[in-house]
């Protein structure tokens, strides 16, 4: 049966790993390299890096940072951040990623989208979708917008809608952070990754928000998500991937165990 | 080990040849040097992305000299599309023939009953192969997770040892000889995708003809 996965996220600025609230107010939670072999040794399905404060002059300490932490990963690694190019992409890849995410320059230009899949087959290209709730719409969460620049900016495209042009573009999964839920350990945001969930045929990765098992298993059954993202929840030791699956397969959610 | 790695710049091998060197082999890529075919002593043909591209194989000579590898006994383990090349051709590009070792063609899942691609952590059933266990699959335990993605997959016949359920069963591993394939891909499969890794490493002879 497939299961769940449980991906861990490793927000990573200037080749360090750091956790904020809702993309603010960073702090340091360690080399990424042995975070995300600690993660992989204990359960995490998947590994996603996010170069959050992606600039020109830190990609060498980006692919630097990759190919360190892919050297003795065993397990698939995403990366994310400023990736802007086909020729970006291949780097990534050659590091050692199995995967890449795209978001602002998937908007500026979704062509890129298809151009990464045809290099490197649909299943490489994850769209991230970084989102909030629009207060003003009729509906706020069917109409929440996607912002970009690391949730700096907003934009004009709806959240639903764009998640259905990148599956048309051949994006092989939706990476969907809820700008509200980051960071606050409060709870995914269901309603908003069920309504993404149920508009595409590609696996939704459901993010932000995450702080107990409930929420995971809430983000499963209502939120119909194929796997969930978490960072601050293992960082500090709360909790290992591990423990998380152990306790969800109590709760009945089909995870991989033994891990 | 001389393990020769076939890149047809389908998707990046750099994850497979990491898992080999982790395990103690010394993999070399070739996108069209045959004689790094005909010394193998193992051959690995990784794959992601489009059937069509494995055209590369036939109009680089790579496919006949797979073949003659494989009939002289080499150990040939295809993944994912690698596995899917083994078959006739798949529905994905239908003018494409594989090698055909085995007659069947590979299909897409059925739309409408589950998300494509089927991406994550499957687990095995196991399958005893002609009375005997599958070699590759030496010490893996039915129900182990290994993780998949791909949208187009192999059907389940005598040769097939380890089937997998998603939407419907399907063909994890095929295993006849010296030839074998993976639809997942073992060298992202944590520790149960190293053993089978190794256990293609430390196969001994049998041959099989293609």
């Known amino acids: 049966m ?71 990963l065993f397990v698939p ?24 995410s795209i978001n602002s320059a998937a908007l500026a230009d979704p062509s890129l989208i298809e151009a990464i899949g045809r290099s490197f087959g649909a299943q490489a290209v994850v769209v991230a979708i970084d989102a909030r709730r629009d207060p003003e ?16 900016k907003p934009t004009s495209r709806r959240v639903v809608e764009w998640a259905r042009e990148a ?51 809430e983000v499963f059954a209502r939120g119909k ?22 306790e969800l397969a109590e709760a009945g959610v089909p995870v991989r165990l033994p891990c | 080990m001389r393990v020769t790695v076939i890149d047809y710049k389908a998707g990046n091998p750099t994850s497979v040849l990491k898992a080999l060197r982790h395990l103690g082999a010394e993999p070399q890529v070739t996108d069209g040097d045959l004689a790094l ?10 794959g992601v992305g489009h059937f069509a591209a494995t055209k590369r194989l036939d109009t680089t000579g790579l496919t006949s000299a797979i073949r003659a590898a494989i ?24 003018q494409q023939a594989g090698l055909g070792c085995f007659a069947e063609s590979c299909t897409r899942f059925p739309e409408g009953h589950g998300k494509v691609p089927h991406v994550g952590w499957n687990s095995l059933e196991v399958r005893l192969k002609g009375g005997g266990a599958s070699r590759l699959l030496a010490g893996v335990y039915p129900g182990e997770y290994v993780y998949f993605t791909h949208s187009y997959k192999a059907p389940i016949t005598a040769n097939t040892a380890a089937v997998t359920d998603y939407i419907e069963p399907f063909a994890a591993t095929v295993e006849r000889a010296n030839v074998m394939g ?7 499969s944590g520790a149960t995708g190293l053993k089978i890794l190794r256990n293609f490493l430390e196969w001994r002879e049998e041959k099989t003809e293609c």
Request: proline share 3%.
């Open chain 1, 137 to 152: 719409a009729v509906d706020p969460v069917r109409e929440a917008r996607v912002y970009v620049h690391g949730g700096r």
């Open chain 2, 71 to 94: 009939v002289r006994g080499v150990p040939f383990l295809g993944i994912c599309v690698g596995m899917q090349w083994l078959y006739s051709g798949s529905t994905e590009a239908p």
């Open chain 1, 225 to 246: 998500a194929d796997a969930a993202l978490a960072a601050s929840i293992f960082h500090f030791g709360v909790s290992s991937a591990r423990a998380l699956k152990q």
């Open chain 1, 2 to 72: 497939l299961t769940k996965r449980i991906i861990a996220c490793l927000d990573v600025h200037a080749g360090r790993v750091v956790k904020g609230v809702r993309f603010a107010d960073l702090v340091d939670a360690g080399d990424p390299a042995a975070q995300a072999t600690r993660h992989a040794r204990e359960g995490a399905d998947e590994i996603v890096l996010l170069d959050i404060t992606a600039t020109h002059e830190g990609r060498q300490t980006l692919l630097d940072t990759v190919r360190r932490t892919a050297r003795e």
């Open chain 2, 182 to 188: 993976v639809q997942f891909h073992p060298e992202k």
């Open chain 1, 77 to 100: 690694f995403c990366v994310g951040g400023g990736i802007r190019t086909v020729r970006d992409t291949e780097q990534v890849f050659e590091a050692g990623a199995d995967k890449v």
């Open chain 1, 167 to 217: 599956e048309k573009r051949g994006a092989g999964e939706i990476l969907l952070t809820s700008m509200d839920a980051d960071g606050t350990r409060v709870g995914f945001d269901c309603e908003l990754t069920a309504a993404v969930s149920e508009a595409v045929g590609i696996p939704v990765i459901a993010s932000g928000g995450a702080g107990t098992v409930a929420h995971f298993a």
């Open chain 2, 37 to 46: 075919v005909e010394s193998a002593e193992r051959i690995v043909l990784p």
